[in-house]
């Protein structure tokens, strides 16, 4: 079965830091990849997403994840966060090569300090 | 819609009780999604609708929770009996053409059983 590892539960950093968050998923097989963020007292949001092509995908304010098949990682980066970027982000694996649903990991909380 | 639509936002109900809680979709998506948000548990998926065929109910924790999806479009999750481990958010979602496309989140109903 499909599994998603968030190494992360909480971190935290100060504003204008550098973020990476760890996801690793098992799953032999072809993946789409996505990052959902869930700023305070918000609905879940799609962050990016792959599917195919170049590993390193851009997504919205600034962040972006680079999808590494050897190591089944999906790494979630941005170079300078922000008070703002505080939130909990959720990675999710799903079957590349069928219907069926999306794998989420159990989430790692952002705080950002200002 | 504009969006996923659930209701209600917020349920308190007692311990015995039946409970149903809907989605509405948005309109053209043909999956439709459950999920039960805990804290420090991510994402449980629970069922999901893809067109015409039958449910993937894999992810039902118990024979007390149930779902249907009529017409294609409004759902509605059933949990009988409830206890109090029932109490979490419930996250509905939908999707154009399947998991590997990505989700829209509704913003879950909050049940609470006391």
């Known amino acids: 079965a499909q599994s998603v590892s968030q190494h992360n539960h909480h971190v935290i950093l100060s504003e204008a830091a550098s973020l990476e968050l760890g996801c690793n998923y098992s799953?032999?097989?072809?993946?789409?990849l996505f990052w959902y963020v869930q700023y305070p007292g918000q609905h879940l949001q799609l962050l990016l997403k792959y599917f195919s092509g170049d590993p390193l995908v851009k997504g919205i304010k600034g962040f972006e994840a680079e999808f590494i098949k050897s190591k089944f990682s999906f790494n979630l980066r941005k170079p300078s966060v922000q008070w703002s970027d505080t939130a909990e982000y959720f990675c999710?694996?799903?079957?590349?090569?069928?219907?069926?649903?999306?794998?989420f990991g159990k989430g790692t909380k952002l705080s950002v300090k200002p | 819609g504009a969006g996923v639509s659930q209701s209600p936002s917020n349920k308190v109900t007692e311990k015995g009780k039946d409970v149903e809680l809907r989605c509405d979709p948005i309109?053209?998506?043909?999956?439709l999604y459950w999920y039960r948000q805990s804290l420090g548990q991510g994402l449980e998926f629970l069922i999901y609708f893809q067109g015409n065929s039958a449910p993937d109910k894999s992810g039902l924790p118990s024979d007390r929770f149930s779902a249907e999806r009529t017409g294609g479009s409004v759902s509605t999750l059933t949990i009988q009996r409830t206890q109090q481990e029932d109490s979490a958010v419930y996250l509905c979602?939908?999707?154009?053409?399947?998991?590997?496309?990505?989700?829209?989140f509704g913003s879950g109903t909050r049940l609470t059983v006391v």
């Open positions: 979602a939908s999707s154009l053409a399947g998991a590997r496309y990505g989700y829209t």
């Open positions: 309109s053209g998506h043909t999956a």
């Open positions: 999710a694996v799903a079957d590349g090569g069928s219907q069926g649903n999306l794998i």
């Open positions: 799953y032999g097989g072809t993946v789409n």
